[in-house]
């Protein structure tokens, strides 16, 4: 910084020179370098101040506003609008001196319902049926309104088949693709994608679950709650469905540093929910941002002590397969289950002859006359019997996952 702000090489220069930025005095150089000397200390009350926050300016912006029922304003061609949305279109309009579209005709219109809520054109079968009941209906409309009467049939009809279409099944599967992209849903871990291991076999029941949240109008705020804490619900049943919404935390990208993983989890959940990108808090504050990084951390720590299950628990009501294939499913878990025992039995006896081996050594060492207090704590651990959490930090190569899986196995 003293280099730059003497600005003798162009490329270091502060206030930059190429830029023709005039130099500091002399007074203000000397003030700098005098800093320095001193130990570059902050200055008196320095982090004190609040730096992360929002200014007045930010606070107006619509993101940070409560929702409110608007007035609704007033418009000339009060005829048109049929709902509280179509004023406010109106206008618009109004206000540009344009004028609204004629109203479709039955069949753009079941297009437009179809797609919408399905995603998908309608049959033409649906499109025929419908287009009879629509004309007929606004045919009576015509009437109707000839004779000063209300005209509500054609409304009824499209009221019919927006009702069909939120039934179905379709509608859930349709919108859950929205919410899906919000939750990175994914059937892979997001890297090497050639590896079996990298696969994520049960995120179908998170797919699933969102697809029946929608389908069966499941309140958001529980839709929130069971997404980022279902295990934790004080009526939980062992094989409770709602379990799969924590597929919105798991199904992401995985890193070999789990904070990096715990990163990708906060920024999910905060784009989600709030709305924002939380996760640039993750190494400094910032001056326009709501969000500090203790708020970073706080949701850090929840994520950091929050453990997945070695085995992911089976769902009720969840769709798998037929008997054979779910003994054959069984057989092939025994087996892991059996192998990977051994596995660890055969590793755990290797570990404890080196370290008994080695406490072998070290009590004759003391039995030579070396006695300390931590003489007996060798000798009580190598007479006790092969305890295995004792035994936890001394087995560096064994991961305490790995350990947790292994004591889950013996049980
Ligand atoms: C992995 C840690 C890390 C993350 C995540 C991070 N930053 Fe930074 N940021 C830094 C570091 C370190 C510096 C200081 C760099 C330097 O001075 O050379 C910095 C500097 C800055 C600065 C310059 C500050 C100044 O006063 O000059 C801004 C602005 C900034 N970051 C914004 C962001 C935004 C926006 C995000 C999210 C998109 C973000 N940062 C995410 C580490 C990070």
Redesign the pocket.
């Known amino acids: 910084m003293i280099l730059s702000v003497h600005q003798t090489d162009p490329e270091l220069s502060m206030p930059p020179r190429n830029k023709g930025g005039p130099k500091l005095t002399d007074e203000q150089i000397k003030t700098l370098e005098k800093w320095v000397m001193m130990g570059a200390p902050a200055p008196v009350g320095a982090g004190v101040g609040k730096l992360t926050g929002l200014s007045q300016k930010a606070r107006d912006h619509w993101a940070f506003k409560p929702v409110v029922t608007p007035e609704l304003p007033s418009i000339r061609n009060q005829a048109w609008a049929q709902n509280e949305i179509d004023v406010f279109v109106m206008q618009k309009l109004e206000q540009n001196g344009l004028k609204p579209n004629p109203a479709t005709d039955g069949d753009s219109l079941l297009r437009r319902l179809t797609y919408d809520l399905h995603g998908m054109p309608p049959t033409p079968a649906e499109s025929d049926a419908f287009a009879r009941d629509y004309d007929a209906a606004v045919a009576r409309d015509v009437y109707a309104m000839r004779n000063g009467q209300p005209a509500r049939a054609a409304s009824l009809v499209v009221e019919r088949v927006v009702d069909r279409l939120l039934t179905s099944p379709r509608y859930g599967e349709r919108w859950a693709r929205h919410w899906l992209d919000t939750a990175r849903y994914s059937d892979t871990r997001g890297n090497r994608r050639d590896i079996e291991g990298e696969r994520f076999p049960s995120a179908w029941t998170y797919r699933d679950y969102v697809i029946e949240a929608l389908n069966s109008d499941k309140p958001y705020d529980q839709f929130i709650i069971e997404q980022l804490a279902a295990d934790r619900l004080p009526d939980l049943s062992k094989d409770d469905p709602r379990l799969a919404a924590l597929g919105f935390i798991t199904v992401g990208k995985r890193f070999d540093n789990n904070d990096d993983t715990i990163d990708e989890r906060i920024d999910t959940t905060t784009k989600a929910f709030l709305g924002l990108?939380v996760?640039?808090s993750?190494?400094?504050d910032?001056k326009f941002d709501p969000i500090p990084a203790a708020d970073y951390y706080s949701m850090h720590g929840i994520f950091a002590s929050t453990i997945e299950p070695m085995q992911e628990p089976v769902i009720r009501g969840t769709r798998i397969g037929n008997a054979a294939e779910r003994a054959d499913f069984d057989k092939k878990m025994r087996d892991l289950v059996e192998s990977n025992t051994r596995g660890y039995y055969r590793y755990i006896t290797a570990q404890l002859g080196v370290i008994h081996k080695e406490f072998a050594g070290r009590a004759l060492f003391q039995m030579a006359g070396q006695r300390s207090e931590r003489a007996s704590i060798f000798r009580s651990s190598i007479s006790s019997s092969p305890s295995v959490r004792s035994m936890a930090p001394l087995i560096s190569p064994l991961t305490r996952q790995s350990l947790a899986r292994w004591l889950a196995c013996v049980g």
Do not use: A, E, F, V
């Open positions: 990108t996760s640039c993750r190494c400094h910032h």
